[in-house]
């Protein structure tokens, strides 16, 4: 019998997730399936028993999507500290009776811009928007790349500046509100991890903080050219790019730790981009 894979959220109509992981595994010759489970929302504790049931039918390994990120991470044995500061997990693989939790949403978003779009972080001065569970997925996938400055601007700036004191990462680091952006000047690199896109709204950053030679990244992908990445062509900025890519490598990171083999991503980013016009 071919191993047992799944992604569980709810809703889960949208995902892209088990279309993924098939090319992934067609690619590499690994002999598996992959399901999406529409997972329960109430009783509180029925995401935990959907996730036993499929371990016991002899599921090998899950993701994880919304809303179900959080519980994920309670139900786990062993966290990886990415795992631990976002307390969210995306990934899980089931060995010997035991869950192993994981996030890969960082390490994805830090090699799809590094890796496929080619702007290095290191020394750059980098801006992310939002402090939400994507933000704190990716801090230390971020801080790992060495950008010369690193600055998180959110609307709750409280909620940035508690996320900023947890990893104590040095001077380079800071949390800031919107209005502070005015007299920061320009930034290489300006990424949007607020929702605001997912309701075509536009987080209140100003345009100053934009770098013609510099790029913009919008996690929300799909959806073409959000207001957000509107404002940074307006500003100028030729590489601008949405998360698709982000999406196709934290997969691929949860293919390689769970099957041993890492896939190529390039032609599974390219059969899923959804061209920004
Ligand atoms: P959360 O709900 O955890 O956090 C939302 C964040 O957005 C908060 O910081 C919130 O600010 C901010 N925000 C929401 N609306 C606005 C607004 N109008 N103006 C300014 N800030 C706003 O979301 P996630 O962190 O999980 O997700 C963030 C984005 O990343 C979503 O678009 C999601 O789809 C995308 N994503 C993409 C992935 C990919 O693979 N490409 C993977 C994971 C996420 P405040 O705290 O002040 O309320």
Redesign the pocket.
Known sequence: MSDQYAVIGNPIGHTKSPLIHVLFAQETGQDLTYVPIEGPVEPEHAFAETVRQFIAAGGKGMNVTAPFKLQAFAMSDERSERATLAGAVNAMKFEDGRIIAENF?GV?LVRDIEENLHQPMADKRVLIL??????RGALLPFIAARPGELVVA???VE?AKALVNQVMAGDFLRACEYPELESMGQFDLVVN??????TG?L??VPSSVFSPTGSAYE???GKGLTPFLRLARNAGVQGVAD?VG??VE?AAEAFAWWRRIRPQTRAVIDRLTVPLA
């Open positions: 949403d994805g939002g402090a939400g569970g994507a933000v959110n609307r709750d909620k991890a607020t929702s605001a896109s997912l709204q987080p209140p996690l929300a992908y998360g982000m999406l934290q």
